[in-house]
């Protein structure tokens, strides 16, 4: 599949007015095609670009000739003109048997140290590719373990990271994400604290977990997040329950929290989340910009529905 169009010329479905915003599709959504499949089609669909999951299957982290691949991928990027934001949220990329395992959390300092080594690799992956941010998150924390022990062992394997961050001019975005030990804005706030405020420590707000679990409704939530903002998930969600839905399976209203997210003067991509859907991944691509399209578009009519289309009451 070829791409139809380049970074400053991106094509906008059915005639919808341009959005400042940039929207992308995760790879983790895509997992059943070839990278190289899943960035065409991307492009040609007319996202402004993707966002990357290290994995085994698209661009292997662990690779002996990682380098050489990601040069690779880094002029197919450009030559279809997508963005770029590197995810480490691979479920089996690490161990074979732990679903995300081992976490930054885990009691073997080793395990530790392994996922780590991962967040540094990604870093340095984003560089090469010219990625806007890289995505991480805290674990759960494990079992026997108190609180105040895990929050110690995030902070300190985050410190090297972030000095690698800081060397290459990538933020690290860390994400909160429900039953995580990091899993709410205000958790965030308590690691940035920890932390120092260190520059180059970010955010990726996920929009269905602001639903999921925030006090406040997800447009609040991208206000109140804007100035540590470096990665923007989206996706629908019901209150209280932890699954990625297609738009409009959810409760989410979409225009306000788009014209929140605009209104902050966001440059990164704000990117679909559909990993559980990867066996339809083509079709839920196609469907998700043009929604996301009309919703942005609807965001400054005063009157709207909440599936981004116009209301038909006025």
């Given at each position: 599949m070829a791409?139809?169009?380049?970074?400053?010329?991106?094509?906008?479905?059915?005639g919808v007015p341009p959005s400042p915003l940039r929207f992308g599709?995760?790879?983790?959504?895509?997992?059943?095609?070839?990278?190289?499949?899943?960035?065409?089609?991307?492009?040609?669909?007319?996202?402004?670009?993707?966002?990357?999951?290290?994995?085994?299957?698209?661009?292997?982290?662990l690779a002996d000739d990682l380098a050489a691949r990601t040069r690779r991928v880094a002029h197919r990027l450009d030559a279809l003109?997508?963005?770029?934001?590197?995810?480490?949220?691979?479920?089996?990329?690490?161990?074979?048997?732990?679903?995300?395992?081992?976490?930054?959390?885990?009691?073997?300092?080793?395990?530790?140290?392994?996922?780590?080594?991962?967040?540094?690799?990604?870093?340095?992956?984003?560089?090469?590719?010219?990625?806007?941010?890289?995505?991480?998150?805290?674990?759960?924390?494990?079992?026997?373990?108190?609180?105040?022990?895990?929050?110690?062992?995030?902070?300190?394997?985050?410190?090297?990271?972030?000095?690698?961050?800081?060397?290459?001019?990538v933020p690290l975005a860390v994400e909160p994400e429900p039953g995580h030990l990091l899993a709410t804005l205000a958790d965030f706030h308590r690691l940035r604290r920890t932390l120092g405020d260190r520059e180059h420590l970010g955010l990726t707000l996920d929009i269905g977990h602001c639903q999921c679990l925030e006090p406040l409704p997800p447009a609040d939530c991208v206000r109140a997040a804007a100035p540590w903002l470096r990665h923007v998930q989206i996706e629908d969600m019901r209150r209280g329950v932890h699954e990625h839905l297609p738009f409009g399976d959810g409760e989410i209203d979409f225009p306000p929290v788009l014209e929140a997210l605009a209104a902050t003067g966001y440059q990164g991509l704000t990117v679909v989340e559909l990993p559980r859907h990867s066996h339809a991944g083509p079709h839920f691509?196609?469907?998700?910009?043009?929604?996301?399209?009309?919703?942005?578009?609807?965001?400054?009519?005063?009157?709207?529905?909440?599936?981004?289309?116009?209301?038909?009451t006025r």
């Open positions: 791409a139809s169009a380049s970074a400053g010329s991106r094509r906008v479905p059915g599709y995760g790879t983790n959504g895509l997992a059943d095609l070839r990278l190289d499949d899943a960035l065409a089609l991307l492009a040609d669909l007319g996202y402004d670009g993707v966002g990357l999951t290290l994995d085994h299957m698209h661009l292997d982290p003109g997508l963005g770029v934001t590197v995810e480490t949220g691979a479920r089996y990329v690490l161990d074979p048997r732990r679903k995300h395992g081992p976490s930054l959390l885990d009691p073997d300092p080793d395990d530790r140290a392994r996922r780590a080594d991962l967040l540094v690799r990604a870093v340095r992956v984003a560089a090469d590719l010219g990625a806007h941010a890289v995505h991480c998150f805290s674990g759960i924390t494990p079992a026997g373990t108190d609180e105040d022990t895990a929050w110690q062992r995030l902070a300190e394997s985050l410190a090297p990271v972030l000095d690698v961050a800081a060397g290459e001019g691509a196609e469907r998700s910009l043009p929604f996301l399209r009309r919703a942005a578009a609807a965001a400054a009519s005063p009157r709207t529905n909440r599936s981004g289309e116009p209301s038909a």
